[in-house]
């Protein structure tokens, strides 16, 4: 109750510094009519007069606006008796009222929430939510103390107000953002805000706490103290899933069959890796701004609790499911947007993604190859006939820039085993066999692992190139298997890495998106007004990849030179392997996400060394 009265408190004293300060500006407004001019009275209350309305404004789509459940699969009780059995025990042992519904999310987090009422003096609906991650990585004692943690805000009063200072945190948001970063009256509203943020953060760091204690006092502190070190260890697990496993196929059009299944055979095979991070962990210091303790802090206190015997269950949490496979495909329809991807067992989504990688890459020298040489379907065979004229090195330069073109020639050793390993795959003889504890490897169709090093060594010297073509027959290798199928570079697979609003591109007033593979220019007002807001806009329209085809686009690839004549505001020239130059003026009036100035200079200097973006 202390958190949300406090934000209540709190926003009612962010209205009475709206009040005083209409007052004010009312005051300005008349004392300058009177002794001066009331044309440039007006001229200065208005813009401060709707500053001061931004609140009233705020404060009504705060009342409206009601904190949405967390989507996610719910649970019946007749689906998991087992896992509703733990939950209403740990409710009985906290002292709180059963949840009324418990909802698995895709995510590594538990929560709880309450639909109230009259500013909570009247309880709703109660959801508690499980992520899917810790049911399959934790035992069935540390999620004891997990979901006990959780229900604690329920015993500790900590949800009945929880809409309200939800809709505080809302209501101080909407109007800070509708007030212009120069307006003076702004100043006061950001300043309250930093100073609401920081009494509501530092009692959600209490109610934390509070809740640490409920979780010791039923699970144990030994137990407790291993969930809440066994967190962030899982973190990094379903990041490093999805960073190795999910996103590179993903991106390429694929989408496995068991989403989460494959999480929960990664953390089985995975244990030693993970006990290492568990030892690994390195000390946390927070700031007033978190909403959360350290976990020093959280265990300390954990640690001075009494210790009394507790029932031991370390089986997987996951039993506590009848079906967790089952569990977490139903989970899937329900959360993942699988789109047009085409849907895969593990082992073929693994192989697709890393087939679809090697082609990614292949396409990047393919393309580089047919500038070079004029050719329209350049491919392996193309680049055989460089080798053996002599000119591998032209190519191989664009690659290794600080090279001479003999060195980099050699160098390109490894670019030339890439392209076998496609050519063998395209050619039937080599497959990719998944693994949950490595790489995916590359194997014949006995599982003996290949390489093609000793081969591409071969082929990048004109004197031995026919005797690597040679043993690429042998092997049942086809050279023409091998060959470019993304003739123009893509956005596919981007990271936006900055964005820039009201700059001159070529004379016309643009807003720059800076991806890692290249740069989007988006046709922009004349007017220097609300560019974050475009900005954000336009990130939030749609995949990055959509962006690149509906504007202009300029992969990195097709950059062979950059000027920067002047960096703050940043002034350059590009020009392309077209011959194609393109002028790019930072205007003094513009705005950046973040520090996007800093991001595009990173770009255009590397570009200027001749680098590989």
């Given at each position: 109750?202390l958190?949300?009265?406090?934000s209540?408190?709190?926003?009612?004293?962010?209205y009475?510094?709206?009040?005083?300060?209409?007052?004010?500006v009312l005051a300005l407004?008349v004392w300058?009519s009177?002794v001066g001019?009331?044309?440039v009275?007006?001229k200065l209350?208005?813009?401060?007069l709707?500053?001061?309305?931004a609140?009233?404004v705020?404060?009504?789509r705060a009342?409206?606006t009601?904190p949405?459940p967390?989507?996610?699969l719910v649970?019946a009780p007749?689906d998991?008796?087992e896992?509703w059995?733990?939950?209403?025990?740990?409710?009985n042992e906290v002292?709180?009222?059963?949840?009324d519904?418990?909802?698995?999310v895709p995510?590594?987090n538990?929560?709880?929430?309450e639909?109230?009422?009259?500013?909570?003096?009247?309880g709703?609906?109660?959801?508690?939510y499980l992520?899917?991650?810790?049911l399959?990585?934790l035992?069935v004692?540390?999620?004891?103390?997990?979901?006990?943690h959780e229900?604690g805000?329920?015993s500790g009063a900590?949800?009945r107000?929880g809409?309200?200072a939800?809709?505080?945190?809302l209501?101080?948001?909407h109007?800070i953002?509708?007030?212009?970063?120069?307006?003076?009256v702004g100043w006061?509203?950001?300043?309250y805000?930093?100073l609401y943020?920081l009494?509501?953060n530092?009692?959600?760091?209490?109610q934390?706490l509070d809740?640490d204690?409920a979780?010791v006092r039923?699970?144990?502190?030994?137990v407790a103290?291993?969930?809440l070190r066994?967190?962030?260890?899982?973190d990094?697990a379903w990041d490093?899933?999805?960073?190795?496993?999910l996103?590179?196929?993903w991106?390429a059009?694929f989408a496995p069959?068991?989403?989460f299944g494959g999480f929960?055979?990664?953390?089985a095979?995975r244990?030693?890796?993970?006990?290492?991070l568990?030892?690994?962990?390195?000390?946390?210091?927070r700031?007033?701004w978190d909403t959360h303790?350290s976990q020093?802090e959280r265990?300390?206190?954990?640690?001075?609790?009494?210790?009394?015997?507790?029932p031991v269950?370390?089986r997987?949490?996951a039993?506590?499911v009848?079906s967790?496979?089952t569990?977490g495909i139903?989970?899937?329809?329900?959360?993942?947007?699988?789109?047009?991807r085409?849907?895969?067992p593990w082992?073929q989504?693994t192989?697709?993604a890393?087939?679809?990688?090697?082609q990614?890459k292949a396409?990047?020298?393919?393309?580089?190859?047919?500038?070079?040489t004029?050719?329209?379907?350049?491919?392996?065979?193309?680049l055989f006939?460089?080798?053996a004229?002599?000119?591998?090195?032209?190519l191989a330069e664009e690659?290794y820039?600080?090279?001479?073109?003999?060195?980099a020639?050699v160098?390109f050793?490894g670019a030339?085993?890439?392209?076998?390993?496609?050519?063998?795959?395209?050619?039937?003889?080599a497959?990719?066999?998944?693994?949950?504890?490595e790489p995916a490897?590359?194997v014949?169709?006995?599982?003996?692992?290949?390489d093609?090093e000793?081969i591409?060594?071969?082929?990048?010297s004109p004197?031995?190139l026919?005797?690597?073509?040679?043993r690429?027959?042998?092997?049942?290798i086809?050279?023409e298997a091998?060959?470019?199928?993304?003739?123009?570079?893509t956005a596919g697979?981007?990271?936006?890495?900055g964005?820039?609003?009201?700059?001159?591109?070529?004379g016309l007033?643009?807003d720059?998106?800076?991806?890692?593979r290249?740069l989007?220019f988006?046709?922009a007002?004349?007017?220097?007004?609300?560019?974050?807001?475009?900005?954000?806009?336009?990130l939030?329209?749609?995949p990055?990849?959509?962006?690149?085809t509906?504007?202009r686009?300029l992969?990195?690839e097709?950059?062979?030179a950059?000027?920067v004549s002047k960096?703050?505001?940043v002034?350059?020239e590009?020009?392309?392997?077209a011959?194609?130059?393109?002028t790019v003026?930072?205007r003094?009036?513009g705005?950046?996400?973040?520090?996007?100035?800093e991001?595009?200079?990173s770009?255009l200097d590397?570009?200027?060394?001749?680098?590989?973006?």
């Amino acid at each position: 109750m202390l958190r949300a009265a406090a934000s209540v408190f709190m926003l009612l004293g962010f209205y009475v510094v709206a009040l005083l300060q209409l007052a004010a500006v009312l005051a300005l407004v008349v004392w300058i009519s009177v002794v001066g001019n009331a044309g440039v009275g007006i001229k200065l209350g208005l813009p401060l007069l709707f500053a001061v309305g931004a609140t009233g404004v705020g404060l009504w789509r705060a009342i409206r606006t009601q904190p949405e459940p967390l989507h996610g699969l719910v649970v019946a009780p007749h689906d998991a008796p087992e896992l509703w059995g733990l939950v209403h025990h740990l409710a009985n042992e906290v002292g709180t009222r059963t949840p009324d519904e418990i909802r698995l999310v895709p995510e590594v987090n538990a929560a709880v929430s309450e639909d109230t009422k009259l500013l909570g003096l009247i309880g709703g609906r109660r959801r508690l939510y499980l992520g899917m991650p810790l049911l399959q990585a934790l035992s069935v004692d540390q999620l004891r103390s997990v979901v006990a943690h959780e229900l604690g805000h329920y015993s500790g009063a900590h949800t009945r107000l929880g809409a309200v200072a939800y809709r505080g945190r809302l209501a101080i948001g909407h109007t800070i953002g509708r007030i212009g970063r120069w307006n003076p009256v702004g100043w006061t509203f950001r300043g309250y805000a930093r100073l609401y943020l920081l009494v509501d953060n530092a009692v959600s760091r209490r109610q934390e706490l509070d809740a640490d204690r409920a979780s010791v006092r039923v699970a144990g502190p030994d137990v407790a103290i291993s969930a809440l070190r066994e967190l962030p260890v899982i973190d990094a697990a379903w990041d490093f899933y999805f960073d190795r496993y999910l996103n590179q196929g993903w991106e390429a059009g694929f989408a496995p069959d068991d989403f989460f299944g494959g999480f929960g055979r990664l953390v089985a095979a995975r244990h030693e890796e993970l006990a290492r991070l568990r030892d690994d962990q390195p000390e946390q210091h927070r700031s007033r701004w978190d909403t959360h303790p350290s976990q020093t802090e959280r265990i300390a206190l954990m640690r001075t609790a009494p210790r009394a015997a507790h029932p031991v269950d370390g089986r997987p949490a996951a039993m506590l499911v009848p079906s967790i496979t089952t569990v977490g495909i139903a989970l899937q329809r329900e959360v993942v947007d699988i789109g047009s991807r085409q849907v895969l067992p593990w082992p073929q989504f693994t192989a697709a993604a890393a087939t679809a990688s090697l082609q990614r890459k292949a396409d990047r020298v393919f393309r580089s190859l047919g500038r070079l040489t004029g050719t329209e379907d350049p491919g392996l065979g193309t680049l055989f006939d460089l080798v053996a004229a002599g000119r591998l090195g032209e190519l191989a330069e664009e690659f290794y820039p600080d090279a001479t073109r003999k060195e980099a020639a050699v160098k390109f050793v490894g670019a030339m085993d890439m392209l076998f390993t496609l050519a063998a795959i395209r050619s039937g003889t080599a497959y990719w066999r998944h693994s949950w504890t490595e790489p995916a490897t590359l194997v014949d169709a006995h599982g003996t692992e290949l390489d093609y090093e000793q081969i591409a060594k071969l082929a990048v010297s004109p004197a031995t190139l026919e005797e690597a073509r040679a043993r690429l027959a042998e092997a049942g290798i086809r050279v023409e298997a091998a060959a470019i199928v993304e003739r123009r570079a893509t956005a596919g697979g981007s990271d936006v890495i900055g964005a820039m609003a009201n700059l001159k591109v070529d004379g016309l007033h643009t807003d720059l998106v800076l991806l890692d593979r290249g740069l989007v220019f988006v046709p922009a007002p004349k007017s220097t007004d609300k560019g974050k807001d475009r900005l954000h806009s336009l990130l939030s329209s749609g995949p990055v990849e959509e962006l690149a085809t509906r504007f202009r686009f300029l992969p990195y690839e097709e950059i062979v030179a950059a000027t920067v004549s002047k960096r703050t505001p940043v002034k350059a020239e590009l020009r392309t392997h077209a011959g194609v130059t393109v002028t790019v003026e930072e205007r003094w009036t513009g705005e950046q996400l973040g520090e996007s100035r800093e991001a595009l200079l990173s770009v255009l200097d590397r570009i200027a060394d001749r680098s590989v973006v």
